[in-house]
Structure formats: structure tokens, C-alpha cells
């Protein structure tokens, strides 16, 4: 894979357009088989070796066509910038001349193999990278899978129970500070479980084990925090964070 | 009378005189002597034929051998020829399969091997005699020893033993290495037994010696084991080529598990680079991965990775930002190019519909770059290996 950036695609342009008053962030996340199909998991690796973000790299099978296969490869970064970074090393070690913008509404920024090529969709939601390809000797439309992973990255079910897990921050933080907030559950979450957090006033991003909210601005953050495991109801809880 | 256990590689420390150090897989662990004990699993064996001097060595441990006495003790080739006229046509057969697949280590040497009054004897350091590791081409072998001990009536057998040997051509090459640091240094000091090593994933794993040796069994030079690993990166059926890499760094453990795993899948021309030289250099290969900057023109016709050459269909053109390939030789033009990405096309008229595949394999840069592209391009001056994982 290419390591020099060779300016073909623009990384601080794709940073600014990534919001400073709102932010996600993923803990864990991998596809579900209900994300997929129902295809069958015939791969789950997670990539050792990974300096930035680790990766975990699932394989989906059509139970029909051994030969129809969608890869779907999830680098959880630290931040929404290393995951932009990531995306963009992703899309350097592409032999095309250029991979285009695309599909339209996917992700906080996207990229797609273009017609003629093998269908691939390259996308940043959050903290999290993601590729996902089509993987086979068939020819799988990619597009229609990728919505549907980042709907669920967007998903913010209703809960009904309450769970709070962080800790911290209880004094709040000046604008353009840090509020360092730890997180721990109260149990190991089910295979494939995830957190899932949605910042509105701020960023969020993770560090050293724990979570770094910032706001430019005084006011405040407003934190949800949700908890998916399959087969279980979702767990959520809100929080508000004081900037001065 | 019993053996206890076989050490194959039990100087980890060199490879002149017996087996070099290597570990199961990427997670497993480092393959430590005795490579074969009783009652366990064998483990593989490999020898790096050129490094190996004129003595190749073992030491085995022995046991139910007579009190406080000397026996005298030797391991044959279990499959040596019959008697009789069917023996000689077996024989035959048996040698032309040993060509290829037999027995390299030839025997163990007779030794007197004295046992205490438990009839248990110490280490001892047994001499291969007769052995092919010096001549022998790359290749899984597996020898099986008859160990006999020496009686009033001659030589009466005790066990049999099976191992499993992979000959490489010479010391695996980066990102290989043979390197093994004690975590206290002050351990060195002591035997090697015991001594407690950080973990290094560099080792030359098992498991790829097994893709790399059964690719490139038979040959006998480093260009001919590069050639047929280029050849069979090319042409293993479950691939198919896309843009993308896959297998960045170099993922090689996820590589073999998607060539073993019976599902088609993509690569790209870099993911097929890593593969040519990362297992060609653990055949004792000195190849590089080397970037060629094309111009954004479109290449000429080739054909595909995996592709059938009769199949206009698989003669495809791309406009690449790069491309890469295995490499032999310096960073610039009068170096080889080992490319199991692509076939390119000998006919000289690239229009047609006339096509004649070749694989380059140790093919001149200027004449392989002539055959993808008319414009000129740069060639990346910083080669790499990349480390494995």
C-alpha cells in the first residue's frame, strides 16, 4: 500500500467538512448477520499489527453462491480525523487513477469504486472507517449494503432501560478544553455488542481509555450513549456536560 | 529400547549444522526442539540447504536402554527397498517419488550411547549420514527413521519415527529473520534450554512454508523458486484481480486463510507483489517490492490475474496511478521484474486480438514496461518488505 500522500485525494478539505458541534463514536461495532441479508459470517478477524485504528474484517457468504461474497472491513479509530486518515490511506493503496466522491448520503464522507470496476463503497461515520466490497467472483451490488450499515451506525433506538456508564466531567469544561470522561461497563458485552454515542455541542473522541469530549463554544454538551447487543433491547442513557 | 525425543533445530542460534529456527503460524508459537518427542505431535523440521555446512546434526534423547551399559545405535531410511524382483521395481518407484517427496535426511549415524542405572542416556549428537539436504530442491519431504540397536545378531529394530521436513534454498530472507533475543540477556550466559525468548513473529511460519515449498517444489535456483511462486500467485483459481489492496503491511496470516478457505476473493497488484516476494524470500529469495509510478495512461492489454489467455475477455486495460511488482536488483531500470499480478502480451501488436501470454518472470524492467505502457513513468526509488502478520 501507497504510505506518501500523492494528492489525489485532499485530506484537510475532508476534514472541514466534518462538523465541530456534533460527533459519533463507535466502541466495538461490527456487522450483524440482520445488517447483512442473513448472509452467512464465513470470516471474523481482527487485524493484528494495527498501529492507528484497529480492524476487524468480516466476510459474508450468500448461502445460494458460494461465489457471492461482500467484505466489509471496520477500522475503529480514535477520532473522526484518524478515520479520515485511514480512509484516505485506504483509497492510495486503489490503483485506480482516482476513486470518485459517492454514494450520495452515506457516511460524513464517501467514496465508491466507479462502473466497470469491482463495486466497492469507502466510507467515514464517525470514529470508524469502513470498507465494504464486493468480494466474489459474483458481482454484488454494494451500495444497497452500505446504507444500510451506516443507517444502523445512525440507528438511535428507543429505550426503555437506563444504563450509565461514564464517569467524570461532572464539573464540566472550559470551551476548547478537554472533558475527560472514563467509561466502564458493568459487564463484558455479548459477542458483536457496541457502544454507540452521539455527541450534539461538541466532538468526542478516544484516548488512552478514555473519552475526550470538546466544545468550541460555552454552552453545552448533550451526550447520548447507547448500548447494542443482538438479540437484547437496547440500552441508552442521556447525559449534559457544562462548557464555560 | 525407545526414543524420548528428536531436537532437529538444536542450535537456534545457527543454521550451518542443523535445522533453522521457525514457529507454527503468525499467532502460534515459536517451533522449540524437541521437534519430535514421544507421545506428542510431531512438529516440522526446515533446512536452509545453502547455509548448511559439511555436518548436519540431531541430537536425540534414548530410554529402556540396558543399566549402566553402552548400546550402539542408528536410525535407517524405514523405507528402504525389498528383496527380489518386486523389491527392485519397488525401488525404483520409490526413488523417483523421493525425488520429490521422499526422504532428505538419509540416516542417523551410529553411536554408542551410554545409559545410566535407570536406563535413560543423556543428549546425545547423532550425524545425518547420506543425506540429500545439501542437493536436494525446494520441497516437503517426509522421511520416516527405523532406529535399530546394535545386538549379538545384528541390528534389531526399536521405532519407528516420521518427520516432516521443508528444504528451503538458503536463509529466509527479509521480512524474515532468524533473530531471537532472550528477555534477560544475562540468560545467554547458561544453556539454551530453558532461555525464554521474545516473541518474533518474523520467523519463517510453518504454515507459509507449506503454500511457499508446495508452490516452488522442485527448483533448485532462487530464480526458478521466484519464477514458480510468481507463476503460482498468478494462477491460484480462487483470485481475482481488483484495484484494492486487501492484504496491506503484509496480511499474510488473513492471505493464507483466504486460500485456504474455498471462497473466491479479491487481491490487487500490490497484494500479489507481497505474496511474490514475502514468499520467495522465505525460500531464500532476495526479491523487493518495487512501485512503478505509471503516468495515468491507459496500459496495454493484459491478461488478468488468473485469467485464461484464449478468453478475449480476460485481456483487460486499466489506468493505474501505480502499479507494483516483485523485483530483483536495484532500484532502477536494469532490474528483474517478478510480476504474479498479470500475464503481459509478446505479440507486438497490442490492438489485435492476437495474444501471447507470458508471466514475467525475472523479465528485464525495460522490455516488461514496453509491453504495459508506451509512456515512461518513474520508478519508486525506496523499495520495501513488508513485515508480516
Redesign the interface.
Known amino acids: 500500500?501507497?504510505n506518501t500522500d500523492?494528492g489525489?485525494y485532499n485530506v484537510e478539505a475532508m476534514l472541514g467538512r466534518i462538523s465541530t458541534d456534533r460527533a459519533e463514536l463507535f466502541l466495538g461495532f461490527v456487522p450483524w448477520q440482520e445488517d447483512c441479508e442473513g448472509w452467512t459470517r464465513?470470516?471474523r478477524?481482527l487485524?493484528?499489527?494495527s498501529a492507528e485504528c484497529s480492524m476487524t474484517?468480516t466476510?459474508w457468504?450468500d448461502p445460494a453462491d458460494?461465489?457471492a461474497?461482500v467484505?466489509i472491513d471496520v477500522y475503529e479509530c480514535h477520532s473522526v480525523a484518524d478515520a479520515v486518515r485511514s480512509l484516505v490511506q485506504?483509497l492510495q493503496?486503489?490503483?485506480?487513477?482516482?476513486v470518485p466522491e459517492g454514494p450520495p448520503g452515506i457516511g460524513d464522507v464517501a467514496f465508491m469504486?466507479p462502473p466497470g470496476?469491482?463495486p466497492?463503497v469507502f466510507f467515514v461515520r464517525g470514529n470508524l472507517c469502513l470498507?465494504m466490497?464486493s468480494?466474489?467472483?459474483q458481482v454484488v451490488p454494494i451500495a444497497p449494503w452500505a446504507e444500510r450499515i451506516d443507517s444502523r451506525l445512525r440507528d438511535r433506538p428507543s429505550s426503555a432501560q437506563s444504563l450509565d456508564f461514564l464517569s467524570g466531567g461532572e464539573q464540566g469544561a472550559k470551551a476548547g478544553e478537554a472533558l475527560v470522561l472514563t467509561y466502564e461497563l458493568p459487564w463484558r458485552l455479548a459477542e458483536d455488542g457496541y457502544l454507540k454515542i452521539f455527541v450534539e455541542g461538541g466532538t468526542l473522541e478516544r484516548a488512552n481509555g478514555t473519552l475526550i469530549a470538546r466544545a468550541v463554544q460555552p454552552g453545552q454538551i448533550e451526550l447520548e450513549a447507547i448500548i447494542a447487543e443482538a438479540g437484547r433491547p437496547s440500552l441508552s442513557f442521556h447525559r449534559s456536560y457544562r462548557i464555560y | 529400547m525407545k526414543v524420548r525425543e528428536i531436537h532437529f533445530n538444536h542450535d537456534p542460534l545457527s543454521m550451518s549444522s542443523d535445522a533453522i529456527t521457525i514457529r507454527q503460524t503468525?499467532?502460534g508459537d515459536r517451533i522449540a526442539a524437541p521437534e519430535w518427542r514421544e507421545a506428542y505431535p510431531a512438529l516440522p523440521v526446515a533446512y536452509a540447504s545453502g547455509a548448511l555446512g559439511g555436518t548436519v546434526t540431531i541430537k536425540a534423547r534414548f530410554a529402556n536402554g540396558p543399566p549402566n551399559s553402552v548400546a550402539r545405535i542408528r536410525a535407517i531410511d524405514a523405507d528402504l527397498p525389498q528383496t527380489g524382483c518386486l523389491g527392485l521395481l519397488l525401488y525404483f518407484i520409490l526413488s523417483f517419488i523421493k525425488t520429490f517427496a521422499g526422504n532428505v535426511l538419509g540416516s542417523v549415524g551410529e553411536k554408542d550411547v551410554s545409559f545410566d542405572a535407570s536406563g535413560n542416556s543423556s543428549l546425545e549428537t547423532l550425524v545425518l549420514a547420506n543425506h540429500k539436504l545439501k542437493t536436494s530442491a525446494v520441497g516437503i519431504r517426509t522421511t520416516r527413521w527405523t532406529w535399530q540397536v546394535r545386538g549379538e545378531d545384528g541390528w534389531t529394530d526399536f521405532e519407528t519415527t516420521q518427520h516432516r521436513i521443508y528444504v528451503i534454498l538458503g536463509a529466509s530472507r527479509s521480512p524474515w529473520n532468524q533473530q531471537l533475543t532472550p528477555v534477560a540477556t544475562q540468560l545467554l550466559l547458561g544453556p539454551l534450554d530453558g532461555v525464554i525468548f521474545f516473541n518474533n513473529t518474523q520467523l519463517p511460519w510453518a504454515d507459509a512454508l507449506e503454500v511457499a515449498c508446495s508452490w516452488a517444489a522442485g527448483s533448485r535456483t532462487a530464480h526458478d523458486a521466484a519464477s514458480a511462486i510468481t507463476r503460482a500467485v498468478n494462477s491460484r483459481t480462487l483470485q481475482?484481480y481488483?484495484?484494492?489492496?486487501?492484504f496491506?503491511?503484509f496480511?499474510l496470516?488473513?492471505y493464507l486463510?483466504m486460500l485456504n478457505?474455498?471462497?473466491?476473493?479479491?487481491t490487487?497488484?500490490?497484494d500479489c507483489a507481497n505474496a511474490v516476494t514475502t514468499l520467495a524470500n522465505l525460500l531464500g529469495c532476495d526479491l523487493w517490492e518495487q512501485?512503478f509510478f505509471t503516468p495515468?495512461d491507459l496500459t496495454k492489454p493484459f491478461l488478468t490475474l488468473n485469467g485464461d489467455p484464449l478468453l478475449e475477455s480476460d485481456w483487460v486495460s486499466?489506468?493505474?496511478?501505480?502499479?507494483e511488482f516483485g523485483w530483483l536488483g536495484p532500484a532502477n531500470p536494469s532490474g528483474s521484474v517478478y510480476d504474479g499480478c498479470l500475464q503481459v502480451d509478446m505479440d507486438d501488436n497490442p490492438n489485435d486480438e492476437i495474444h501471447i501470454a507470458k508471466h514475467p518472470t525475472g523479465m528485464p524492467f525495460p522490455g516488461y514496461k514496453d509491453r504495459l505502457w508506451d509512456a515512461t513513468g518513474g520508478l519508486d526509488p525506496a523499495q520495501a518488505r513488508r513485515?508480516v502478520?
Not at chain 2, 242 to 246: A, E, G, N, R, V
Request: charged share 20%; hydrophobic share 30%.
Open positions: 500500500m501507497r500523492d489525489r464465513s470470516m478477524e487485524r493484528p499489527e474484517r466476510i457468504d458460494r461465489n461474497r467484505l485506504m493503496g486503489d490503483q485506480l487513477a482516482l469504486h470496476s469491482s466497492a470498507r466490497a468480494f466474489g467472483r | 503468525y499467532a481475482v481488483d484495484t484494492q489492496t486487501y496491506g503491511g496480511w496470516s488473513n486463510t478457505g474455498g471462497g473466491s476473493f479479491l490487487n497488484c500490490t512501485y495515468f486499466y489506468t493505474w496511478s501505480y502499479h513485515a502478520f
